[in-house]
């Protein structure tokens, strides 16, 4: 039932956007499209069928054999560093095959053996190429120390990591020569992944954001494969022993440290494989995997330290992802924007849970009366105004309602300011906001209740910092589904939330609706910002009065120079536009098209290129991040390979 609901409000929505006759058309279009490629013989990929998408996405031979005559402006020489202990003769066979098959020829590959003996069998592939490189170290110097031997032999201007049992794409290196001459200031690049079985069939694709430092400090998303300029690595020191296990970890938190984020590019492909075997890092038995895990949170925490911030690391839901809590400094005032129509019941559950709940203590909470017609809810004013956090002001009156002045229905027609008709959420936010005697403001939607106590501080704690400019939360359906995990830009044509209506107990995508996240914009149902944004931002933009308005006003929060973070350790249940009602009328569908026609003019920069914390392979269709089931075509085009703007 709650899949054929969601199905409802999803055809809701297109025909919201697009019209009922428009979208009739769209639906024959993809029918005739269908039946096109049916005639054809042309198969449609399935969501999750990774060998169709790799089949109708990656370069043909006569692609390769384009890129093997392209003459570069900046053709630098890129040196691959493998450091070696035990090295599987297939493996190292397959690893050096990669090397000669790429499509640039500009590279050396630097080999620093750390073995307790030589292997023999090897020679043979050392010799086939002059630009290989072998280094027997006679002791095993560990990970790092092996790793900076290789370095050491590096003559390149870029310095690419490369494990000895994983390979690149045959075109690995040519993408990242074009991603240098289209970005030439680059000092860092990455890209995008997969995994290679003992058979060599390839799996679990990682298609990666552009850079987010609060995504790197709690999960090594950049992992494979990384590139250096060499005098950024210079600037880092190479690889650090008492980080082994962790020690790439290491270096990319650094390097987040010392390289400028405009200057961080990632290319949106998958160029590297990673060998999945009994011995690799990705079979880990549990002594290995605490040990890995223990020098990654040693890594976050010596990072924290080095750029002033004040956190606590922990193991997060799954292996592999960390998680950081911020201490809050001092005990600054929260004010807990809460706009409400008639709905005494829903109002009340919203009120008693943050009153009871929430162990933070300096806040308040203003209710923002707005176009009641019960006096039910008046009477219910009268009570929480009473108590010491608790305060009402009336959008339609332009004041605050005060215990000893008269606070009914009546009253309020009478003295009835005047203000435009209808629902307008951002104008209600902006009057709310207006009033607020806190340093941070909380937009919070009356029909939500309150899961985790300490709210505030996890809240605060990220909103403290200087260059974070709005928190958001994970939010849950009363079906212990998800109804919010941060929002993509794009998704349905416009925004979505990721992830809506997974379970609750169960993990997407690589489990991202589990993991602290840098995204575009988070939901207003409840979203912390400094007060001052408000102002500095130009206020929650009225002519959206009730869609994409929360996704607008993160966007001006970046486009000022902030993060959005989302915060999945904040829980809230949300009974779902309750107080409102569904867009099904002709007068709220015309003012949803004209919504929408405002966001594209505002933002069809972003709606063209991509949101940059999403992936052009992902598809826009579903809020789950499946592949596209198409042909992505992004070869040859300037535009996607992009790159993250602080």
């Known amino acids: ?13 297109y025909i919201g956007k697009y019209g009922f006759i428009k979208i009739v058309k769209k639906c024959i279009k993809t029918v005739l499209r269908k039946i096109v490629r049916t005639l054809k013989g042309e198969k449609e990929l399935q969501y999750g069928d990774y060998g169709g998408w ?20 900046i053709a630098p020489k890129i040196s691959v560093i493998v450091p070696m202990y035990n090295t599987k003769e297939k493996f190292f066979k397959d690893l050096v095959n990669s ?32 630009r290989i490189k072998y280094k027997f170290l006679n002791e095993n110097k560990g990970i790092a120390g092996n ?73 090594n998303y950049i992992c494979h494969f990384s590139i250096f300029r060499k005098d950024l690595m210079d600037k880092l020191e190479g690889f650090r022993a008492d980080y082994d296990g962790a020690q790439d970890y290491d270096i990319f ?76 400094k001092g005990n600054p005032k929260v004010s ?5 129509k008639d709905g005494k019941d829903i109002l009340k559950v919203c009120v008693d849970s943050v009153l009871e709940k929430t162990t933070y203590s300096n806040y308040e909470i203003i209710v923002v009366e707005n176009n009641s017609t019960s006096e039910e809810i008046y009477e219910y004013y009268k009570e929480i105004i009473k108590l ?18 008269e606070c009914s229905l009546e009253f309020t027609n009478k003295n009835r300011r005047e203000v435009k008709p209808g629902f307008n959420y951002s104008a209600i936010i902006n009057f709310g906001v207006k009033f607020a005697e806190g340093e941070y403001s909380i937009q919070l939607n009356n029909d939500t209740e309150l899961m985790t106590p300490n709210w505030l501080e996890l809240m605060v704690g990220f909103c403290q910092r200087e260059d974070v400019g709005a928190v958001g939360v994970k939010l849950y359906f009363p079906d212990e589904t998800i109804q919010h995990a941060g929002i993509i830009v794009g998704i349905g044509g416009i925004a979505g939330n990721r992830f809506k209506s997974i379970p609750k107990a169960g993990h997407g995508y690589f489990a ?32 959206l009065a009730v869609a994409f308005n929360d996704v607008d006003f993160c966007l001006k929060i970046r486009e000022k120079g902030y993060l959005v973070v989302y915060n999945p350790f904040v829980e809230f249940w949300h009974f779902e536009s309750k107080s409102r009602g569904q867009e099904d009328s002709p007068e709220k569908i015309k003012r949803f098209q004209g919504e929408i026609c405002r966001f594209e003019q505002k933002w069809g920069e972003i709606l063209d290129s991509g949101d940059p914390y999403y992936n052009i392979n992902l598809s826009l269709d579903t809020e789950v991040y499946h592949m596209k089931n198409i042909k992505v075509n992004y070869y040859g085009e300037e535009e996607i390979i992009k790159k993250k703007r602080k």
């Open 1 to 13: 039932m709650n899949i054929i609901k969601h199905r409802i409000n999803q055809i809701k929505f």
């Open 54 to 73: 790799i089949k109708y996405n990656e370069p043909k031979d006569a692609d390769l054999k384009k890129q093997m005559k392209v003459n570069f402006k």
């Open 99 to 130: 090397m000669k098959n790429q499509t640039y020829s500009n590279w050396e590959l630097c080999l620093a053996d750390g073995s307790p003996k030589q292997n023999e069998n090897l020679k043979k592939y050392i010799e086939q190429d002059e």
């Open 147 to 219: 790793t900076n031997a290789a370095i050491e032999m590096a003559t390149g201007e870029y310095i690419a990591l490369l494990d000895h049992d994983d390979i690149l794409a045959d075109y690995a290196l040519y993408e990242v020569v074009y991603a240098i001459n289209k970005y030439p200031d680059s000092e860092f690049l990455y890209s995008d992944e997969d995994k290679i079985d003992e058979n060599d069939n390839r799996y679990d694709a990682y298609f990666k954001p552009d850079f987010a430092p609060d995504t790197l400090r709690c999960q």
């Open 253 to 328: 938190l650094r390097m987040s440290e010392t390289a400028k984020p405009e200057n961080i590019t990632h290319i949106p492909k998958i160029l590297y494989h990673w060998r999945v075997h009994s011995e690799s890092t990705a079979k880990l038995n549990s002594n290995a995997k605490n040990y890995a895990f223990e020098a990654g949170k040693k890594a976050i925490e010596d990072h924290l330290k080095r750029v002033g911030l004040e956190g606590t690391v922990s193991e997060g839901c799954i292996e592999g992802i960390y998680r950081v809590d911020y201490k809050v």
């Open 336 to 340: 807990i924007v809460i706009p409400n």
């Open 388 to 405: 010491e956090k608790v305060r009402v002001v009336n959008y339609n009156t332009g004041k605050e309602i005060l215990a000893d002045e």
């Open 512 to 543: 991202k609706e589990s993991m602290i996240e840098n995204l575009s914009a988070v939901t207003g149902a409840c979203l912390m910002a400094k007060t001052r944004i408000y102002e500095e931002v130009d206020w929650m933009d009225e002519s």
